[in-house]
């Protein structure tokens, strides 16, 4: 499972997804609706993953 939470201020959404691709999915259309970013730029979808995005487990 992956974990978004959303690194502004005034935002306090949070969700996950069971596979990255499907929670960048999912942050893009939040960052769309939400934040007003009609282009997400390449740069912004990085930082957004390297900051917002973790891996949660499932410990064996
Ligand atoms: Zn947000």
Do not use: W
């Amino acid at each position: 499972m992956y974990e978004f939470r959303c690194g502004s201020p005034v935002c306090r959404t949070r969700f996950t997804a069971p596979t990255e691709d499907e929670l960048m999915t999912e942050v893009a259309r939040h960052v769309v609706v939400k934040h007003r970013v009609a282009k997400p730029t390449k740069s912004l979808v990085q930082f957004v993953r390297d900051n917002t995005i973790r891996e949660i487990g499932v410990k064996p």
